[in-house]
């Protein structure tokens, strides 16, 4: 077998480390999956919509911090990739995507496929290739993949031309190492550490980093605990380590008034990582920063440094020595009583098991289970950062491909889990100890609230149907089971404990519809 | 209330004759919501994953021929929309969408969702404007309708700006009139009728419009039987009158190798809407154009002109005079034998309705049934002549709503069927007469061809599982259930008739999984 072009990629990906690719491809990228098939170090697993495939690249990333990869079939397959690719990029999730394009003397022909995919790659990576010669191929996706591990870039699109895939090509390209981590702001430290000192709960410290990390949310709780200042993690962390002896981090609210109202007493703000809290979208009459006007920023570390590393030098500052958290889990009292969100939360707090990793994407009934489960035992928190729904599910199998030790917990709506129901399907392949929470209120509901505080009124008999998913309600364990899922509901807590203690016990995928 | 700038677009769309949209709204489209429910001229159907919405669109726009909208959440809900829409763009199907954006002064914040909407846009419409204040919308939507009207656009995409929505205006822009239909090429008529009537099976009459008519049938049936042309239509055409006394085209077939073959002996190809056929993908050592080297092409007419005038002018130029043709239905012999692709041909042909609608998504298993079908009754043949798979049941949806007194029967694969399975909830909430077919293999059966084809050998151990659907295999009975459509299954002839007649009968949506 002579070496080709799609070798050379192949080739390149494991050498950095790539070592995983969820896969939807097409006729374009059958060397491609022949390459894959031929090198050991690369594991690849199907995917039957782009979307999972995405998301599930992200979740990886997320919890291995190394790159993963997808493959996808020309334009129209980087196309359903793409709102999980936004999502990768706003979560600074490494992600390189290799697309298979028409061979380059095919192109001028306009075949049925024939489509701008560097035009659609623009849009959602940091970096975008065309590789234009099998000999060039190695080289290009060593610098790529370079830029993805710096701190500058995470999401890398590389093209491949059928042709330039099945060329022959011996050239192997030199290593190109990544640019150094970005340091910390040393001064704005210090600055931070005398504004913290005299603010008391006029400051606000603000965690941000794509990892906040145990350590950093103990040095942060021990900073607060020293200061009196007002400390929050933003919104949506990509991913957070909490619960067992983990100091809890209070959020922004998602909510523009509540976040608003949490803020207002603010003059200062420390960021870690973080960046000024702004609303999720504009309301008539409402700001869209959350910080008070005139809130003085200190900016101790951007976004991609070691924020770890700035907290650390933050509490030696001001003498802050963290403590371990005292977890006070009670279980839910009623246990015939029905599901709402505070019983929920109760409920899915008290059954986590160690090590869980809670992939959350509840937003109208999930309210209380962030607050609830900084009692669990030791877990991962991820959330979406770029706000595009539908990334739950494919990040959980993500996060299981990459923690097969652990137990996955996703937990969404039923209007959400609706745009990448696919993948379910890629659970019961793997057989993913996946168990999925769909929060079933039949409706979209959180549209129905936002219809009226945006100034638009509130739904009529003619809008009303629109924001509605009854007539018919989705039947989640049928759909579930069509996916080779299994799955059950739950109306009260007892019925949810039981659930979720069964899936935690067994192998496998397992859905669980609560009727909210 | 107050006339504001949602208000300013939907009576544009609507004075333009635009009275369906497919919907999958968020926050930033709440106005565009409320606006659509005060105007009384237009209908709004919830889809519940944006690729759904845009090959409803595309759907609609076909069997009306007028333009469909969409209404998609930003950046992201417009990325879900892209797939279907490129193919929308290729069919030459006239869709507008609508998508929401956050206020101008919201976007410099980076909020979650912000995202180059414009640029996502750019690479699958013809028309892209972003509506800067209120008072420009009415003029600006109605430039953007008279383009997509006119023979050179199909797809435009307006992008607006929550506070331009919500911003009053009372401007009114004056109604723009689309550019007039392209003309025929006489000259190139002239020209064709001589080589024709001159060059015997030595020339192809090609014909290639959007929306092929039964009577561009019969004229190009009985050119055919006048000069001995070969006579082909594209082997994907958006819209083609067929059945009942209509001739029967034969089309180019869709694989390389026996398309060149059909189309080694031609000297000379008549081009009607057509162009140049061209292989769906490059194969080594391949051509990738139809056409044999040094044939002669002679364009009568352009593709978003009159080609049923053309047609009329080439046959009255041949003095040749269309026939009516004589079906010969003959029903399947055998009715305990499995369903192959001809049995399946056979027994589906033989059920097919008077004025059915056929969206055809079948490729590995459906190669007769076109062939077959042209001796049933009089019904229309709707193909994807953009190639991203997931089309044709999104694309039924759009039909089905814009012919609510005919019957629409999809027939698809159940790779392709899943990427948009979505579509089903829409079938279901709009009690749609559609019959969806899906031709489960369990595979990826066409890529495991297309493999060695191209010279990628053949799928090794581990290769074997990335082209498989099995291992899981999709209980397509549950997941249509889950939706609420009702479902069988079929695995011989006779359950199979049985069950389309049982389809055909009801009202509502139904699917049928067909065991190949």
């Given amino acids: 077998m002579t070496r080709n072009g799609a070798d050379a990629l192949v080739e390149a990906l494991v050498a950095a480390g790539v070592d995983t690719c969820f896969a939807n491809p097409g006729t374009t990228e059958m060397h491609l999956l022949a390459a894959l098939g031929r090198h050991p170090g690369m594991h690849t697993h199907l995917c039957v919509f782009e979307g999972v495939a995405s998301g599930a690249a992200d979740g990886y990333a997320r919890m ?25 990029k706003k979560a600074n999730s490494a992600v390189v995507n290799i697309v298979g394009e028409h061979a380059t003397y095919h192109l001028e022909l306009d075949a049925p496929l024939t489509a701008d995919i560097e035009g659609m790659a623009e849009t959602v990576s940091d970096v975008v290739a065309t590789l234009e010669s099998a000999d060039e191929v190695s080289a290009a996706t060593n610098h790529a993949l370079a830029e993805i591990a710096g701190p500058s870039a995470r999401v890398a699109t590389l093209v491949l031309p059928n042709d330039v895939a099945w060329s022959p090509t011996d050239v192997a390209g030199e290593p190109v ?75 922004v609210p998602f909510h523009v008034d509540p976040a608003t109202e949490a803020l207002a007493e603010v003059w200062a703000a420390v960021l870690v990582g973080a960046r000024a809290p702004v609303a999720f979208f504009a309301y008539p009459g409402r700001r869209s920063e959350l910080l008070p006007k005139g809130c003085e920023t200190i900016a101790v570390s951007p976004l991609l440094a070691d924020a770890e590393k700035a907290l650390e030098a933050l509490a030696a500052a001001l003498e802050a020595k963290p403590e371990p958290h005292r977890p006070t889990l009670v279980a839910p009292a009623d246990r015939s009583a029905v599901i709402t969100p505070e019983t929920l939360a109760a409920t899915v707090a008290h059954a986590l098991p160690e090590q869980a990793i809670v ?61 990448t129901l696919q993948s379910l399907w890629s659970m019961a392949r793997d057989q993913l100890d996946i168990t999925v929470l769909i929060l079933a209120n039949r409706s979209y509901k959180i549209l129905a609230n936002e219809m009226s505080k945006i100034g638009a ?37 007892a019925e949810l404990d039981a659930a979720l203690r069964g899936a935690f016990s067994s192998s496998g995928p397992r859905l669980i519809e609560v009727v909210m």
């Avoid at 709960?201 to 200042?229: E, H, N, Y």
């Fill in 359 to 419: 992939v959350d994407e509840s937003i109208t009934n999930g309210g209380f289970l962030y607050a609830y489960c900084g009692d669990a035992g030791r877990h991962d928190w991820i959330n979406n950062r770029g706000g595009s729904i539908g990334y739950s599910t494919p990040v959980a199998v993500g996060a299981a491909v990459a923690c097969p030790d652990r137990r996955v917990l996703t937990i969404t709506g039923d209007g959400s889990a609706l745009y």
């Fill in 64 to 88: 291995t911090g190394k790159p993963a990869a997808t493959l996808l079939h020309l334009g129209p397959g980087f196309a359903n990739a793409m709102a999980n690719l936004h999502n990768a």
């Fill in 177 to 251: 190492a990544p640019a150094p981590a970005l340091e910390f702001d040393a001064q704005a430290v210090a600055r931070a550490a005398r504004t913290l000192s005299e603010g008391g709960s006029g400051v606000a410290l603000l965690l941000g980093a794509p990892f906040v990390t145990a350590r950093m949310a103990s040095l942060a709780d021990a900073i607060q605990k020293k200061t009196g200042c007002r400390l929050f993690a933003e919104s949506a962390v990509s991913r957070m380590e909490r619960g067992g002896d983990t100091p809890p981090l209070p959020r």
């Fill in 457 to 493: 009124g509130n739904p009529g008999e003619r809008e009303a149907p629109l924001l509605s998913l009854d007539h018919p309600e989705p039947q989640w364990t049928q759909l579930a089971q069509g996916f080779g899922v299994s799955a059950e509901r739950a109306t009260t807590v």
